[in-house]
């Protein structure tokens, strides 16, 4: 996710998508809303590299990936097992600044 030093760490890092293809799920009534769940809004990257000192990143902090966007630590990780979950991608980001004419 960017450039680390030779002694980097493993984790798992996990992205998320849209959970629905369609903006309104419930809107079809001859459908089940589980039909527009979308197969791809869960991505998990295994043995990433990270920079040493995310090994002591704690809960409720969020950490800045450079170009990627900010993360947080799961509360699936452990000290064996490193997990970070996505919490805002900069695509997101910018396109938010970009509608609401901030940059």
């Known amino acids: 996710m960017g450039f680390c030093r030779a002694q980097a760490i493993n ?5 998320y998508d849209r959970l629905f293809n369609i903006e309104n799920p419930d809107g079809d009534k001859e459908k089940d809303f589980i039909e527009f769940i979308n197969p ?6 295994t043995n990433c590299k ?4 995310l090994s ?4 409720g902090v969020n950490y800045q990936f450079e170009r990627n966007g900010y993360f947080c630590l799961d509360i699936d990780s452990t000290k064996e097992k ?3 979950i996505e919490q805002l991608h900069c695509v997101i980001l910018g396109q938010k600044f ?3 004419n901030l940059l």
Request: no cysteine; hydrophobic share 50%; proline share 4%.
């Open 40 to 45: 791809e809004s869960l991505t998990i990257l």
């Open 50 to 53: 990270l920079e040493p000192s």
């Open 98 to 100: 970009l509608k609401n």
């Open 56 to 59: 002591s990143a704690e809960i």
């Open 11 to 15: 984790a798992e890092v996990r992205l």
């Open 82 to 84: 490193l997990v970070l």
